[in-house]
């Protein structure tokens, strides 16, 4: 028997698959395609610019992001930029600067002069050092999590529930495999959208802290699938690049999207299967990216202790656990995988901070 899920997302691939046929380039104007649809350029910084110094400075989890999400503006030159957005009158910076360590202190020097009183938002440790020297409050928002590959491995009893997902895919004969989204545009759409479906917030992508999906091939990104043994596709998770020195060191995921109805081990499976193409690759590392307000200490810097109660308080929080964003589970998910924490930081001018918060949800797409 057919679930009704599963037929739905077939005529949906059907359908799609008959645009892409007849020439259309018009993917299905579903909100998020509409939305976040490349808009023409308003920055300083061309496009060209951005890739050359993402490929010798982008070594964060946002890097990738900082350089291409759709309605970003760009401040900075061929030395180095940051990336930001506006909401509410309040100017949020997007991730750390991409520029030489030796440049990051100019640049953000710089910045202050033409934006006032701006709040930062996923920084690194460096980027929050030379804020902390101009007077900003710096509060911990989270953590990212490193897996250097080098020494990582799936032995032990902490890893047995990646094994037991990999296995469990196997005995039934279903297949991981990476491809270009060309291949499987139409698959793609029809999943994404019934994993939409059952989100909290259904109407729209979550936008600038993590960017909306692209259904197109970007360069240098990796994408990994799970189809059953009829072929179907079941599940993904793609892979944004890390770079450093010109070289592709890594990848951070940045989606991961399954049927409703598919089981709970299509996405450590793939998780596994495309950590040891890395490995053998001899890439360097793969990021989880942020778990939003997860492990707050805030013990290295100045920081706002009035933010600092609303950001715990937040984490916490059974009804927005529930009803808007579940950053419990988001986190305890990648607590698994037994990686390296790293703090990431949200720089601030000032006392207060609601009407900031406020206007960084909307920004986000939370609210």
Not at 56 to 78: C, E, I, R
Not at 149 to 158: I, N, R
Not at 169 to 177: N, P
Not at 333 to 361: D, Q
Request: net charge positive.
């Amino acid at each position: 028997m057919v679930s009704r899920t599963a037929v739905d997302v077939s005529k949906v691939a059907e359908a799609t698959s008959r645009q892409l046929a007849g020439g259309r380039t018009q993917r299905p104007q579903t909100y998020w395609a509409q939305s976040f649809a490349p808009s023409a350029e308003l920055d300083q910084v061309p496009r060209a610019v951005r890739l050359e110094l993402l490929r010798q400075f982008g070594s964060f989890s946002l890097a990738f992001s900082v350089a291409f999400q759709p309605h970003l503006k760009y401040f900075g030159d061929d030395r180095g930029y940051l990336a930001y957005r506006q909401r509410g009158g309040i100017t949020f910076v997007l991730g750390d600067p991409i520029c030489s360590p030796n440049r990051r202190a100019a640049l953000l020097r710089e910045f202050l002069l033409v934006h006032r009183r701006p709040s930062f938002v996923q920084i690194g440790r460096d980027t929050a050092e030379e804020l902390r020297g101009l007077g900003f409050f710096i509060n911990e928002m989270g953590i990212d999590t490193r897996l250097d590959l080098a020494t990582y491995s799936f032995a032990g009893k902490d890893k047995e529930w990646l094994r037991y997902a990999d296995n469990w895919v196997s005995k039934r004969h279903y297949r991981i495999e990476e491809a270009s989204i060309r291949q499987h545009e139409a698959e793609i759409v029809a999943l994404s959208e019934a994993w939409r479906s059952t989100r909290t917030i259904k109407r729209k992508e979550v936008r600038f802290l993590s960017r909306p999906i692209v259904m197109e091939d970007e360069v240098d990104a990796r994408r990994f699938f799970l189809f059953d043994d009829q072929g179907r596709m079941l599940a993904f998770v793609f892979f944004d690049p890390v770079y450093a020195q010109q070289r592709v060191v890594g990848y951070v995921t940045c989606f991961k999207r399954r049927l409703p109805e598919t089981t709970q081990y299509a996405e450590p499976a793939i998780m596994k299967r495309a950590i040891e193409v890395f490995q053998r690759e001899g890439r360097e590392c793969v990021l989880l990216g942020l778990s939003p307000l997860a492990n707050i200490e805030d013990r290295d810097f100045r920081c706002n202790r009035i933010l600092r109660g609303s950001l715990k308080y937040y984490y916490r929080a059974g009804w927005l656990n529930r009803y808007f964003y579940n950053l419990e589970g988001h986190a305890q998910y990648k607590a698994r995988f037994r990686g390296t924490e790293e703090k990431v930081y949200y720089a601030t001018p000032a006392w207060f901070n609601s009407y900031r918060l406020l206007a960084l949800t909307s920004l986000c797409g939370i609210f």
